[in-house]
């Protein structure tokens, strides 16, 4: 297969050698900025350059898109490849508001084409692990996530609301969010609390967030977000699960389940790094 890659930056490098390291090909990198690109056509061996999607895809010759650039080029980068045909993998955030990503999941519809959004957790080894063992725990009451940067945060078109659509919650909450959906079983929201400011930089997006999620099946979500933060306590998609019959967590992963005969807990790890 022939890719192309839309953003020259340190996200869509990662994509490009995941690419290359399944064997296929990176065609196309699309970037607006001259240099950035012929850096990284360069630094994977790229012959086409443009600087618009538009431009690739009347070239033709990709069989996939992978967008990596800004949040506010997702929607029309999208709309455009998925309109003539071509599959696409989207980082997140889908989009910069729920609008545009009804517009781009209504564009796949149409077209018959593809479209993903690149939540990386779901293919994380731990987080399948936990998911499989799930049952074990009985029906999961709550979950407790967290998608925080500590003592640090980016930088550039991030902390732009026009670029970004939003801060810390789009950023990184986002991680939390998705995962502890995922290992509910993809849970439709019924109602959703939100308390975000910012706090710790002077930019127009948040830094710091709390959310609350009902779920459809009963459960309840809580999921911190921030940069900056003086603390975390949790890794990034680090997630708790309360179940009724023991206790889940991944990073570090593993299981509380209740030992009746030596009335105390047995605790089941994953046999993975983390």
Not at 15 to 22: K, L, P, R, S, T
Not at 38 to 56: D, K, P, W
């Amino acid at each position: 297969m022939k890719f192309a890659i839309a953003g020259a930056g340190y996200i869509a490098a990662i994509h490009a050698q995941a690419v290359q390291n399944c064997g296929a090909q990176v065609a196309a990198v699309v970037e607006k900025y001259s240099d950035k690109s012929a850096a990284f056509a360069s630094q994977f061996g790229i012959s086409r350059q443009y600087t618009t999607v538009e431009e690739l895809l009347k070239d033709g010759g990709a069989d996939a898109l992978v967008i990596g650039t800004p949040n506010f080029l997702h929607a029309p980068q999208t709309l455009a490849a998925l309109n003539a045909g071509i599959p696409v993998l989207v980082e997140k955030p889908m989009a910069m508001n729920a609008v545009e990503a009804g517009k781009m999941l209504s564009a796949s519809h149409k077209s018959g084409t593809t479209l993903m959004v690149a939540h990386c957790w779901r293919f994380d080894q731990d987080v399948l692990w936990l998911k499989s063992q799930l049952h074990r725990i009985g029906r999961v009451l709550r979950t407790k996530g967290y998608g925080v940067h500590t003592h640090w945060g980016p930088a550039g078109w991030f902390t732009q609301k026009k670029l970004a659509g939003g801060g810390a919650m789009v950023d990184m909450g986002i991680h939390a969010l998705d995962t502890a959906r995922f290992l509910l079983g993809d849970p439709q929201p019924v109602s959703v609390y939100a308390r975000i400011g910012t706090f710790y930089k002077d930019f127009d997006v948040d830094d710091t967030g709390v959310i609350i999620v009902n779920w459809d099946n009963g459960a309840v979500s809580y999921i911190e977000s921030g940069w900056w933060q003086p603390h975390s306590d949790g890794a990034e998609a680090a997630t708790q699960l309360y179940g009724q019959q023991g206790f889940a967590q991944l990073f570090p992963t593993l299981l509380e389940l209740p030992d009746p005969g030596k009335n105390q807990v047995k605790t089941v790890k994953s046999g993975f790094k983390q």
